[in-house]
């Protein structure tokens, strides 16, 4: 079991998190993350090495969790009026942000500390919980949506295989012909 799952939000703890993660941050930037040490964050971060150990195990873990932290949406999905404008706007957006050097980078540190795949889950909810805001606003407007799962499957999951596995093959217009395939193939006529 990892240690993260006994950590508590708010109060100290959501300042230890916050302090420890952007030491981590400051200190990537100054010189890499291969020689990032626990003792050098705990100092940065005005902690105990203990606390770090404690509760992140070890650096990967801590980078993992930081990596997670990172991949959050910093806001809701714009709205361009339409479920097709919102959807292909938001998949380019998904695949330029996660095929770039620093999101490639996130996704493979948030996946190499995961002993028991709740990172994974988590950037999956983070994905669920935008493409869930789009159907609910087009459905508010009346619009024919497909299902979450649909779009995850048809338009999410190609993408996150493609930035893994197949970089090179990546650009707007291969996430605009995913949420095509999704409104002329996948959804049932109204």
Do not use: K
């Amino acid at each position: 079991m990892s240690p993260r799952s006994a950590v508590r939000p708010g109060g100290r703890s959501a300042r230890v998190q916050q302090s420890v993660h952007a030491a981590v941050l400051e200190l990537q930037a100054e010189q890499g993350r291969a020689s990032l040490t626990v003792p050098q964050i705990a100092a940065r971060a005005g902690v105990t090495p203990s606390t770090i150990y404690r509760r992140w195990g070890d650096v990967q873990e801590l980078l993992s969790d930081v990596a997670v932290e990172r991949l959050r949406p910093e806001a809701p999905p714009a709205d361009f009026g339409n479920l097709r404008e919102d959807l292909e706007n938001w998949a380019v957006d998904f695949i330029e942000e996660m095929s770039s050097p620093p999101g490639r980078s996130y996704i493979r540190d948030a996946l190499a500390g995961d002993p028991d795949g709740s990172n994974a889950g988590q950037c999956s909810a983070y994905a669920i919980e935008q493409v869930e805001a789009i159907l609910a606003r087009a459905a508010r407007r009346g619009e024919h949506v497909p299902d979450t799962d649909t779009v995850m499957d048809h338009v999410v999951a190609p993408m996150m295989y493609r930035v893994l596995f197949r970089p090179g093959l990546l650009d707007p217009q291969y996430a605009r012909d995913l949420v095509t395939a999704v409104f002329y193939r996948l959804m049932p006529l109204p």
